[in-house]
């Protein structure tokens, strides 16, 4: 079984910190890319960063400058650095890893259950 779990989420005043952790825990063979997302009330899920198995990072526009995505492949984690917080921030951040489970199987999206970051004003 495979399990993506976050971590690290919580309440925070505007422009304060917060560092979320996201582990790939069970049998698996490798993981390509990593990411995170988010979902606010009634807003879609969006895309906030993502990081190939390699280090190449991708940071939503909007966020450029204060978020910050990272990652330990030997630990199988993803982190993701935000600073700066505003409350649009506010949402239920995801994790999402492209695992494969064996050598010559496709990858697939697995997802965290999310974490709750709440920004107050």
């Known amino acids: 079984q495979v399990q993506v779990a976050e971590s690290g989420g919580g309440l925070v005043q505007a422009g304060g910190s917060l560092r979320l952790s996201c582990v790939v825990s069970?049998?698996?063979?490798?993981?390509?890319?990593m990411g995170w997302y988010r979902q606010a009330p009634g807003k879609q899920r969006e895309l906030v960063a993502t990081?190939?198995?390699?280090?190449?990072?991708n940071v939503a526009d909007s966020l450029k400058g204060r978020f910050t995505i990272s990652r330990d492949n030997a630990k199988n984690m993803v982190y993701l650095q935000m600073n700066s917080l505003k409350p649009e921030d506010t949402a239920v951040y995801y994790c999402?890893?492209?695992?494969?489970?064996?050598?010559?199987?496709?990858?697939?999206?697995?997802w965290g259950q999310g974490t709750q970051v709440t920004v107050s004003s």
């Open positions: 999402n890893a492209q695992i494969k489970r064996y050598r010559y199987s496709t990858a697939y999206d697995h």
């Open positions: 069970g049998s698996i063979f490798s993981i390509n890319a």
């Open positions: 990081i190939t198995n390699s280090g190449s990072s």
